[in-house]
């Protein structure tokens, strides 16, 4: 996936783009990006259009902990209990 940001747009609405949303990820038209607003002087900060209006390390702790790397699980998960606590075992909280 490749993102093109204008100038103009940068100049009105800076942001740092880290990920499609899970539509773009497949190749479809989606509802836009994951993203940071900059500037931004906090060391968590807001992660702009993810589902879970969280912060940005709260998604990863989402992300990595709860779903073992895979974030689309939580939707459409077809694993068993075993095989999610598989994926999540012995990792440390953070």
Not at 32 to 43: E, H, N, Q, V
Not at 66 to 78: A, N, Q, Y
């Amino acid at each position: 996936m490749q993102i093109t940001v204008s100038e103009e747009s940068w100049k009105e609405d800076p942001r740092l783009l880290l990920s499609g949303d899970c539509y773009h990820k497949y190749g479809y038209s989606g509802g836009g990006t994951y993203d940071i607003i900059l500037p931004c002087k906090a060391i968590d900060t807001i992660f702009d259009g993810e589902p879970h209006n969280t912060t940005f390390v709260n998604y990863l702790r989402l992300c990595i902990l709860k779903w073992g790397g895979f974030p689309g699980l939580e939707k459409h998960s077809f694993l068993s209990k075993e095989q999610l606590l598989y994926l999540t075992h012995d990792l440390l909280p953070f």
